[in-house]
């Protein structure tokens, strides 16, 4: 059953309410959610769901389900399960959702200051990385970071914009991430756009203004292949 995903009109919700539409062995998904599903290199959610009763049930981790925008939310081992139809009271981890959304929408600047096609990636809530097809010599980590934190003290807000699959095609420049294509069927992608650094398809969560990032340093640069070279960051 599909899932309305709240986070991906309003990624600073952090609490709500809903309805649980399904239990599965694996987790249970409802009407709705602020819990970001695992995709797109970025983790996913955890946090708290809580029943009628006041019983809390810790949310471990958060996946998609089989069905296109289903979500499967894992709960704690060895907790009660709610019931369908029950109405929950959803809370996120706000402090690692946050981290995650700075460093994510950081690899968005990142992928401005190093150009090259982008052969991987992943945001976990202590450090972000970028793969790119690129030569070594090429990488130097206190340029980056030093790039890196001129665009982002720029304090440009961010904005999320939908254009159709058509248009997408007639752009193909867009699409930096060679190892993972935006997802196609909907009839319409979601692009973030930060004025005058970037532009590019993406369903993850981003901070509104890229100033909240405050800065990044570059943790090390390495090889993990010749079209893999790795560019890891943390928040500073
Ligand atoms: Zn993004």
Redesign the pocket.
Known sequence: MATEWLFRDDAYLRETCARVVAVHERGIELDRTLFYPQG?GQVGDTGVVTRHSGEPIGVVDTRKGDAPDAVLHLLAPGASSPEVGEMLALAIDWERRYRLMRL??A??VLSCVVVAPVTGGNIAPDKARLDFDIDMSLLDAERIERETNALIARGTPTETVWITDDELDARPELVKTMSVQPPRGSGRVRL?RIPGIDL?P???T?VANIGEIGAIRVLKIKSEGRRNRRVEIALS
Do not use: N, R, S
């Open positions: 797109g994510h929408t690899l968005h973030l590019q993406c369903g993850g981003h």
